[in-house]
């Protein structure tokens, strides 16, 4: 009997370590890695050709007076360097003065006949109430106001017009930048929309270049391009196509615009500069240039 119950928990205890051993594993959950885009335009190689260029500003304007006058004073030099909001020049202000002056009693006048025209309405409104006039002197008295109204309306905004004149009269730099040329002299008679200032901004500078139109295909933008100026030491600055012309111009070329990606101390709007650009596809192009923080070990080992 010993012997028989001795076989029977054998048995027992062995099929419990065979059920334990036919549950399955528990799995490690999916690893998600993150996913970070690079953009790559840069050809691994290609046919390199050099072209030449103009250093410009990317911002550029022509400044004038908005009204004609005698020039009073002039407080910028070409060259100099001005501050967004600076004055530039002035005209004399004698004749604006004067038109304002004129115009501010034209609206006094004009605001007091609109205070009678107003109280004469009210009076004979109060009296049509009490039957004291007819409907026709209620009619007249409305077109009487509506008309002095009218009247405060335009001479308003003949004041405001002849205030923006006076305002005009200061012209002042719309940007940060360098004075590229100045045409204006103290007690000079000027018109208006005369250019007076050329003003560079000096927040970012571009090259403008002609591309022949047999390889301008070849281009795209956002191709890097490296801009070298000769009279500037260590310029080889990085720059990038930001526009490309639609219709060839003179000598069969396109214009093409190149935005430089930084900017080293003297480079100024109007120096020659070379631009070396690699042209996609023919047959020495292999590819594009990935950089290294874009590649990653993989899991399995070779």
């Given at each position: 009997m010993?012997?028989?119950?001795?076989?029977?928990?054998?048995?027992?205890?062995?099929?419990?370590?065979?059920?334990?051993d036919?549950?399955?594993?528990?799995?490690a959950p999916?690893?998600?890695?993150?996913i970070?885009?690079?953009?790559?335009?840069?050809?691994?190689g290609?046919?390199?050709?050099r072209l030449s260029g103009?250093?410009?500003?990317?911002?550029t304007?022509?400044?004038?007076?908005?009204v004609?006058g005698k020039v009073?004073t002039?407080?910028?030099?070409q060259g100099?360097?001005?501050k967004?909001g600076?004055?530039?020049?002035?005209?004399?202000t004698?004749?604006?003065?004067l038109?304002?002056?004129?115009?501010k009693?034209?609206l006094?006048?004009?605001?007091a006949?609109y205070?009678?025209?107003?109280?004469?309405?009210?009076?004979?409104r109060?009296l049509?109430?009490k039957g004291?006039?007819?409907?026709?002197?209620?009619?007249r008295?409305?077109?009487?106001?509506?008309?002095a109204?009218?009247?405060?309306?335009?001479?308003?905004s003949?004041?405001?017009?002849?205030?923006?004149d006076?305002?005009?009269?200061?012209?002042?730099?719309?940007?940060?930048?360098?004075?590229?040329?100045?045409?204006?002299?103290?007690?000079e008679?000027?018109?208006?929309?005369?250019?007076l200032?050329l003003i560079n901004s000096?927040a970012?500078?571009e090259a403008d270049?002609?591309?022949?139109?047999n390889?301008?295909s070849?281009?795209?933008i956002?191709?890097p391009v490296t801009?070298?100026?000769?009279?500037?030491?260590?310029?080889g600055?990085a720059?990038?196509?930001t526009?490309i012309?639609?219709a060839?111009?003179?000598?069969n070329?396109?214009?093409?615009?190149v935005?430089l990606?930084e900017k080293r101390p003297?480079?100024?709007?109007?120096m020659?500069?070379?631009?070396?650009?690699?042209l996609?596809?023919?047959k020495?192009?292999g590819?594009?240039?990935?950089?290294?923080?874009?590649?990653v070990p993989?899991?399995?080992?070779?």
């Open positions: 010993n012997r028989k119950i001795g076989l029977a928990l054998i048995a027992g205890a062995l099929g419990t370590l065979t059920a334990c036919s549950e399955p594993e528990a799995t999916e690893r998600i890695r993150a970070k885009p690079y953009y790559v335009s840069e050809p691994a290609g046919e390199v050709r103009t250093i410009t500003a990317a911002n304007s022509a400044l004038s007076f908005a004609p009073a002039v407080r910028v030099t100099a360097r001005v967004a600076q004055v530039l020049a002035t005209l004399d004698k004749r604006f003065d038109n304002v002056s004129a115009e009693s034209q006094a006048s004009a605001q006949n205070a009678d025209k107003k109280a004469e309405l009210d009076r004979q109060q049509f109430k004291w006039v007819a409907k026709a002197a209620i009619d008295a409305v077109a009487a106001f509506d008309a109204a009218g009247d405060l309306n335009l001479a308003r003949r004041v405001g017009s002849v205030e923006k006076r305002a005009d009269t200061v012209l002042r730099a719309p940007f940060d930048g360098v004075i590229a040329n100045r045409d204006v002299e103290p007690f008679e000027v018109a208006s929309g005369k250019a200032f000096e970012a500078l270049l002609s591309v022949p139109d390889i301008v070849r281009i795209s956002g191709t801009v070298k100026v000769s009279t500037i030491a260590g310029c600055c720059g990038r196509i526009e012309g639609t060839s111009g003179t000598a070329a396109v214009p093409v615009k935005a990606l003297g480079l100024l709007p109007g020659s500069a070379e631009i070396s650009v690699t996609a596809g023919g020495k192009a590819g594009f240039l990935v950089p290294l923080t874009a590649i993989g899991d399995e080992t070779a």
